[in-house]
């Protein structure tokens, strides 16, 4: 199984950036997956979850209404859509899938 995070850097507050992740090794479109998060000197947290065929999201209360998970079973492939982003976004985000994490892609929010 082999997760590879991409699309982080730095954004201006307020600012976007989509996350992706590509996925090989396993059934894609058989699993929920996941993006965590994990700041500086905090716990890795969940960010959000898709169902295996799309149709049911959760998120956590901090990224509702300004982020959004979405994935593409033909492409092996999940996505983060953050918006409205915050300083308090900035961390390292994980795709994670079972017990399989990706490497993680930085994420950093500041003018």
């Known amino acids: 199984v082999q997760l590879v995070e991409s699309g982080g850097g730095l954004v201006q507050p307020g600012g976007s950036l989509r996350l992706s992740c590509v996925a090989s090794?396993?059934?894609?479109?058989?699993?929920?997956m996941s993006w965590y998060r994990q700041a500086p000197g905090k716990e890795r947290e969940l960010v959000a979850r898709?169902?295996?065929?799309?149709?049911?999201?959760n998120y956590a209360d901090s990224v509702k209404g300004r982020f959004t998970i979405s994935r593409d079973n033909s492409k092996n492939t999940v996505y983060l859509q953050m918006n409205s982003l915050k300083p308090e976004d900035t961390a390292v985000y994980y795709c994670?899938?079972?017990?399989?994490w990706g490497q993680g892609t930085q994420v950093t929010v500041s003018s």
């Open positions: 898709i169902s295996s065929a799309g149709d049911s999201t």
């Open positions: 090794g396993f059934t894609f479109s058989s699993y929920y």
């Open positions: 994670k899938t079972y017990s399989y």
